[in-house]
Every structure is written in structure tokens, then in C-alpha cells.
């Protein structure tokens, strides 16, 4: 499920400066000047996109995540509830499928850069879907914040473009050594990223 956010920023840029240098030369430039000072006004729409996770492999993880896109960079924040105690794995996937039972509609890791699956920033190479482990607390709740400014939402560039892929939620835990995947078991949350 979608749920669309929009809030705006206002910049206002004031062209026309270097007035002070004009006004010294002579009145008729500095006339001319300050027909030529105007506000102009932008709009700079920052969009948040968000996303109920649903439960996948008969499991209860539910959740939601969501994605906002600012000064180049995105920023997740994601809640989680019924996991198991412990570190959990959360990937981007492939693909925006979940309509499989145990989640593997998504296909693989999201990796547009073909390199190995690993730690994020890991100067051996990782998949720009591979986010890492996070902690559930002993009540099974964990929240989950990751801002990168390799992810776009519906750029141009297909290295950046998160949109069309999945999230992933994984029972296990990330090993970030074992390819293609690093090992962390079954898929127990899942939603598509849909603009
Ligand atoms: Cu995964
Ligand atoms: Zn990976």
C-alpha cells in the first residue's frame, strides 16, 4: 500500500546584486539597476513516499517505510513489528513482486553496479540494495533510519532508481561474506517500491 506525502520548501533568490559599485559610476546606471533586482520565488517540493510492509513466509513482521528524496540524497526510515528478538538483514530487492508467499517474487539483491554482495561502503564491493543488519528489541519492535546519496527515487540514472524494486526483510542475519546474499534466511517482510 501507497501513502504519498508532499510538503514544500520556499528558496527565494535575489538576483541583482552589486548595486553599491553602480550607484558610485553614476545615477542613470543605478536606475537601470534596480529594474533589474527581482525576487524570484521557487518551490523546491520535497516528496515522501511510504509503504505498508506485509508479512511474508507465515511470519507476523509487518511494518512500514518510507522514502524521502532531499539535497541529493535519500533518506529511509522504517518501523518493524513481530520479529523475532535479535539482528535481522533488510535489502533492497530486484523486484517490486511481492506477490509470492515467501517473498522470492522480489528475485535478488537489487545490484545495478555488478559487484559482489557485502557490507555497505566495503572497499571489496557490495550491492547498492545491501543496507545490512538491524536489532529487534526483546518486545520483536526495531526502527530503521539509512540515508545515502546512491539511491534516487525515479531518476534517470538505473544505478540510483530505487523505485520499482522491493525491501526485504530477512529471519536471519546478514553474514555479508556469503554470495549472492549473505546468508540470511527467509524472507519474512516484504513491499514494492511504487511511484
Ligand atoms: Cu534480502
Ligand atoms: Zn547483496
Known sequence: MKILRMSSLSLF????????????EA???MEEMEEAVEVVKEEVMVETIAFKMEPKSDSNVAGEVEFTEKDGKVIMK???????????AIHIHEKADCS???????????????????????????HRGDIGNFTADSEGNATVEFTTDLWC???EDETKNITGKAVIVHQGVDDFVSQPSGA?????????IIK
Open 13 to 24: 533568490l535575489i538576483l541583482g546584486l552589486g548595486c553599491k559599485e553602480a550607484k558610485k
Open 27 to 29: 545615477g542613470e546606471a
Open 78 to 88: 522504517a518501523s518493524f513489528s513481530g520479529l523475532t528478538p535479535g539482528e535481522h
Open 100 to 126: 509470492s508467499a515467501d517473498g522470492t517474487s522480489t528475485g535478488g539483491h537489487w545490484n545495478p553496479t555488478s559487484e559482489p554482495h557485502g557490507k555497505w561502503g566495503a572497499s571489496e564491493g557490495y
Open 153 to 155: 527515487l525515479s531518476c
Open 184 to 192: 540470511a534466511g527467509a524472507r519474512v517482510s516484504c513491499t514494492g
